[in-house]
């Protein structure tokens, strides 16, 4: 099997680009022993401290965004940083080559019951002039590489540089991540679809009616039975359209007014949104490719619907229809 540095090698990815990536690596290998050490090593649990998304953070939300920092910070390729976990962006190297923004610890809720988590991290060109947020500012068609570490039962890593989508796993006899998957493609059409049921009174008119008829099955419009699974962590149900098709969504909803979103677009959104395109997915707002967004700002939140290229445009095909005359969602 392939190393990860084989495979970079051998896709021509730039020295510079494939040193940034192998920091990732190895800092998501550190991140999965303090994962897996958990209870044993007292990091579960919340600190009495709140992010700028106004969440609780758990104390490993904290040492693994200390620990990413740390390491991009030793590498001189990096002009700066974007966090969840951070207020504002960092300022790492006045030379530094990329802008990396990511999510340390997706999932953390689940940390304390032992279920899926992982780390998701875009990698963006710096371009030049003033170091800002404005900096951070592009679409995710800019983006250079994107990609996320599932730390479960193994420790797997999905990652594009714009040639597709691959997956490794980390042998941990050799803590070395080699390559499992050379190509991801993600089927066309599906039976199986991840959302958060208990929403559903709060989303707008055409997810409703669109998740309504998957749950009628064959005796609804679709004429087909699907399943439901819901991880509640982006990484592992994404992990899951990649490896067997499906259709993630986090849709817009109305249960606080004043965020309609859930997911984060520069560091969540937007790195999944490619892995997914390249992996011959679709990824859309409901109302536009996530990937073609402008961003506004460095903590701004999308709708996101992901995942077999097929059920996405039946999905987005509910919202072509006009709902106007529908009751309110209360």
Not at 48 to 62: A, I, M, P, R
């Amino acid at each position: 099997m392939q190393t990860l540095t084989q495979t970079l090698t051998n896709q021509a990815v730039s020295a510079s680009l494939s040193q940034l990536v192998l920091s990732l690596a190895d800092c998501s290998k550190a991140i999965s022993k303090a994962v897996q050490h958990g209870a044993l090593a007292g990091v579960l649990g919340a600190t009495e401290q709140e992010n700028v998304q106004g969440e609780t953070q758990k104390k490993l939300d904290v040492i693994t965004n200390d620990m990413l920092k740390d390491a991009l910070k030793a590498e001189g390729n990096v002009r700066g940083l974007a966090s969840e976990e951070e207020d504002y962006v960092v300022e790492v190297n006045q030379d530094g080559e990329y802008l990396v923004c990511f999510d340390p610890l997706d999932g953390s809720s689940n940390i304390d019951i032992n279920s899926l988590v992982g780390t998701i991290f875009s990698v963006l060109p710096a371009g030049e002039g003033e170091f800002n947020e404005q900096s951070f500012l592009q679409s995710g068609r800019k983006q250079v590489a994107a990609g996320y570490v599932l730390y479960g039962p193994s420790t797997m890593m999905a990652l594009t540089t714009g040639q597709g989508t691959q997956l490794y796993t980390l042998d941990p006899d050799t803590n070395e991540f080699l390559l499992t998957t050379a190509e991801v493609s993600i089927s066309k059409d599906t039976a199986e679809f991840a959302i958060n049921m208990s929403n559903q009174r709060f989303w707008e008119a055409p997810m409703q009616t669109y998740i309504a008829d998957l749950v009628l099955g064959t005796i609804g419009p679709r004429e087909k039975s699907f399943n439901m699974r819901w991880i509640a962590a982006m990484v592992g149900d994404v992990h899951r359209v990649l490896c067997r098709g499906g259709i993630f969504a986090y849709p817009t909803d109305n249960k606080n007014p004043e965020k309609p979103y859930k997911l984060r677009l520069m560091y969540e959104a937007n790195p999944m949104a490619l892995l997914v395109e390249q992996a011959g997915g679709k990824a859309s707002t409901g109302y536009g490719d996530i990937l073609d967004i402008e961003p506004t700002a460095i903590h701004q939140r999308v709708a996101v619907i992901l995942g077999s290229a097929n059920e996405v445009d039946t999905c987005l095909s509910y919202h072509d229809v006009d709902y106007s005359q529908e009751p309110t969602i209360d």
